[in-house]
């Protein structure tokens, strides 16, 4: 996810930088129509990326604490079950 955001980022900075590079205060043209609709594609994107990462994460955390009721519970249950037999 770290990589995803980065690259999007990176992409950013260089169609930012390529297209300071062009600024000139002439009409605004096909291309530069072109450009911003690919900066909101980009953006979007980028936006949708953060939440799925949000989301995952979420998960992430939810599913380890389910797993850690799991487990504490299996360990009781191993240890009832030891007791019994070790009687």
Do not use: H, N, Y
């Not at 002439?26 to 990462?53: F, I, L, N, R, Y």
């Not at 998960?59 to 007791?83: F, H, R």
């Amino acid at each position: 996810m770290v990589m995803q955001r980065s690259l999007v980022s990176a992409f950013l900075l260089s169609f930012i930088l390529g297209l300071g590079a062009c600024s000139k205060e002439e009409p605004e043209g096909t291309a530069e129509k072109m450009g911003k609709k690919v900066d909101e594609a980009v953006e979007s994107a980028e936006e949708q990326v953060s939440e799925v990462a949000e989301a995952a994460q979420k998960q992430a955390a939810e599913t380890k604490a389910a797993l850690g009721t799991a487990m504490e519970e299996k360990g009781k249950e191993m240890k009832e079950e030891a007791g019994k037999s070790s009687q």
